[in-house]
């Protein structure tokens, strides 16, 4: 299996639910991010995961909150967002985080925030 | 400050012919370098990478350059098809998280 699982693809959500961004993979990678990607933007690095362990948070707003309750999974729990937050959240993983080979992205979950 | 640019956000080129898309850094401690591609609605797909140790990497249609006194990074695709029609992403890392492009969006004209 060398691919990063993201669900759901599509997500529409109001600026008072809760909900939760899933990212899986099996490759046995040790570091996973999260980045979101605005239209015709380049991917801005949210997270970053090491050895299960919050590494890097990039001044990320609190109404996003990253977990990882094992190696192979990441999670990504919304609430109170703004529509400005839609956006496309790709998942990432490498091998390590010193270790950029072998970078493999998600499909993305669309986020439409209403 | 963005440290990795690509200065043309689209690029028009004939079935068969070269398609160069170019990508320039500022960060010197960059080593390692990927040229994604990105289908709509889709996440990026990884196409070909290169360390700073070498000055070129092929693989099949595509070819990547790397000059570092330049810091200036280059995709060649060769020769193009449609099917390559997509924006493309240069990413440059100093070895622990990536640092993307702008982006440059390739129409490959049947």
């Not at chain 1, 490759?27 to 949210?46: I, S, T």
């Not at chain 1, 109170?80 to 499909?107: H, I, K, M, N, R």
């Not at chain 2, 320039?24 to 700073?52: C, R």
Request: charge should be neutral.
């Amino acid at each position: 299996d060398t691919e990063v699982t993201q669900t759901p693809k599509h997500l529409v959500m109001g600026m008072t639910n809760k909900k939760s961004l899933k990212c899986e993979q099996h490759m046995g990678h040790r570091a996973m991010y999260w980045y979101k990607q605005k239209a015709k933007k380049p991917p801005e690095l949210m997270f970053v995961y090491s050895y299960e362990k919050l590494s890097i948070n990039e001044s990320v707003p609190s109404r996003f909150s990253p977990e990882c309750p094992n190696s192979s999974l990441l999670n990504l729990h919304l609430h109170a967002l703004q529509p400005e937050d839609s956006a496309l959240y790709l998942c990432a993983s490498s091998q390590d985080p010193g270790v950029v080979d072998g970078y493999t992205f998600g499909s993305g979950t669309r986020l439409t925030v209403v | 400050d963005q440290q990795v640019k690509q200065n043309s956000p689209s690029l028009s080129v004939q079935e068969g012919r070269i398609s160069i898309l170019n990508c320039d850094y500022t960060n010197s401690m960059f080593d390692y370098f990927l040229w994604y591609k990105k289908y709509p609605a889709e996440g990026p797909t990884f196409l070909i990478s290169i360390s700073s140790i070498k000055d070129k990497n092929e693989d099949g249609r595509f070819t990547v350059f790397l000059n570092k006194s330049a810091k200036h990074l280059s995709l060649h695709i060769v020769p193009s098809q449609p099917g390559d029609s997509a924006v493309y992403f240069c990413a440059a890392s100093p070895g622990n998280q990536f640092y993307f492009g702008t982006g440059t969006s390739l129409t490959v004209i049947p």
